[in-house]
Structures are given as structure tokens and as C-alpha cells.
T-cell receptor
Framework: SQQGEEDPQALSIQEGENATMNCSYK?????LQWYRQNSGRGLVHLIL?????REKHSGRLRVTLDTSKKSSSLLITASRAADTASYFC??????????????FGQGTTLQVKP | EAGVAQSPRYKIIEKRQSVAFWCNPI?????LYWYQQILGQGPKLLIQ????????DSQLPKDRFSAERLKGVDSTLKIQPAKLEDSAVYLC?????????????FGQGTRLTVV
């Protein structure tokens, strides 16, 4: 069964605005990762946050993790039309961060209008 | 470095036929995943290998799906017999064994249509 639930399911914004998408999960994790999927393409890793971290930045991306609430958020600042894609959170479970299962949520579809 | 290679890119078969997908992970990557992604949904983990051993196959419909990873490198996923609901994109991904948390690198996927 899928682990994560994301909201919103779909988001439409204007270029230059910020986009925030949320992810909730059910069981304890080793880390949480965000991936992007452009139409008709494979998934590309964006950022990883460990279970003992609360916030992480990478370029225009900011990820937060609240393990007490079992939730994470991805913020994309100053969005561009090229950011139009589906975004998935994925949680790593198991006794080892290398052998644990990588479980994906249902995703948020982001449309950035030029 | 070369990415994860999958073939074929597209496959159309009739229900009850069999089909096989092939994946060549990034060289040296110990972990290999197969996911099923139905249109509009997130990827669903079917099976995970660590080298040539199975780490998790709890979501693999074993009455019709099988997978193997010979010599801990290439992998094949087979469906026999296929059902209409198997129509999906089948994604292969690999991760290195680094001792640190590692991202998964995905192939382009195989789009299967069962008619």
C-alpha cells in the first residue's frame, strides 16, 4: 500500500509565485525524498532530508520535516514554467537506510503559467 | 555516467499474453527497484533487490508477476498472464551502496498497454 498522501492533488500558479506542497506519512522513516516527474519522463531526485533534520535547502527548493506530525512540505520559490511537473514525496523505511523500502505518495501536479 | 536503461519503451499485448521487461541499472549500484505506475497515481513498489537477493516483494502479485536479478546486475520483470489492469508504466530504479542515504535513479520506464 502507498505510504504517503500528498496535498494538494493539483496546484496552478503564475510564474514567479511560490508553490507549496505537503506530504504526510504513516510509519517511522529513515529519510524522506522529493522527486519530480515531467510528462512522459522518468522520475528525477530533487532533495533528501534525514529523519533527524528539520529543514533543508537546495537552490529554489526548501524542504521541512516534522516527524512528530509525520509530515513534510516542499516549497518552490520564484516558480518558472519549467517547474510544471508532478512532484512526489518518497519515504525510506526499514532497519537500514540502504536496504529500506522506498515508498512513494500519490503526487501533486503543479502547473506554472507563464 | 550512463543512466538506468530499460527496454522496451512501449509494449502492447493482448490480455492473457505474457510480457517481459528488462532493466540495466547504473554500474555498481547494489539496490534495484521495480515500480508500477498507473496513470494519475504514484509509483507502487513491486520488488526491491539488494545485489541478487530480494529485500521486499510484498506488493508483487506473485501469481502472475515474477522478477529476477541475475548476478546482481541486470533484472527482468515478467507478467504471465497479463490482465487489463496491468496497463501501466513499469519503472526500474537503482541506488548505490554507499553507507549513506542514497537517492534512486530512474529509467525512462516501459509503457505497457494490455488490450
Amino acid at each position: 500500500s502507498q505510504q504517503g498522501e500528498e496535498d494538494p492533488q493539483a496546484l496552478s500558479i503564475q510564474e514567479g509565485e511560490n508553490a507549496t506542497m505537503n506530504c504526510s506519512y504513516k510509519t517511522s522513516i529513515n529519510n524522506l525524498q522529493w522527486y519530480r516527474q515531467n510528462s512522459g519522463r522518468g522520475l528525477v531526485h530533487l532533495i533528501l532530508i534525514r529523519s533527524n533534520e528539520r529543514e533543508k535547502h537546495s537552490g529554489r527548493l526548501r524542504v521541512t520535516l516534522d516527524t512528530s506530525k509525520k509530515s513534510s512540505s516542499l516549497l518552490i520559490t520564484a516558480s518558472r514554467a519549467a517547474d510544471t511537473a508532478s512532484y512526489f514525496c518518497a519515504t525510506k523505511h526499514g532497519s537500514s537506510s540502504n536496504t529500506g523500502k522506498l515508498i512513494f505518495g500519490q503526487g501533486t501536479t503543479l502547473q506554472v503559467k507563464p | 555516467e550512463a543512466g538506468v536503461a530499460q527496454s522496451p519503451r512501449y509494449k502492447i499485448i493482448e490480455k492473457r499474453q505474457s510480457v517481459a521487461f528488462w532493466c540495466n541499472p547504473i554500474s555498481g549500484h547494489a539496490t534495484l527497484y521495480w515500480y508500477q505506475q498507473i496513470l494519475g497515481q504514484g509509483p507502487k513498489l513491486l520488488i526491491q533487490f539488494q545485489n541478487n537477493g530480494v529485500v521486499d516483494d510484498s506488493q508483487l502479485p506473485k501469481d502472475r508477476f515474477s522478477a529476477e536479478r541475475l548476478k546482481g546486475v541486470d533484472s527482468t520483470l515478467k507478467i504471465q498472464p497479463a490482465k487489463l489492469e496491468d496497463s501501466a508504466v513499469y519503472l526500474c530504479a537503482s541506488s548505490p551502496w554507499t553507507g549513506e542515504e542514497a537517492e534512486a535513479f530512474f529509467g525512462q520506464g516501459t509503457r505497457l498497454t494490455v488490450v
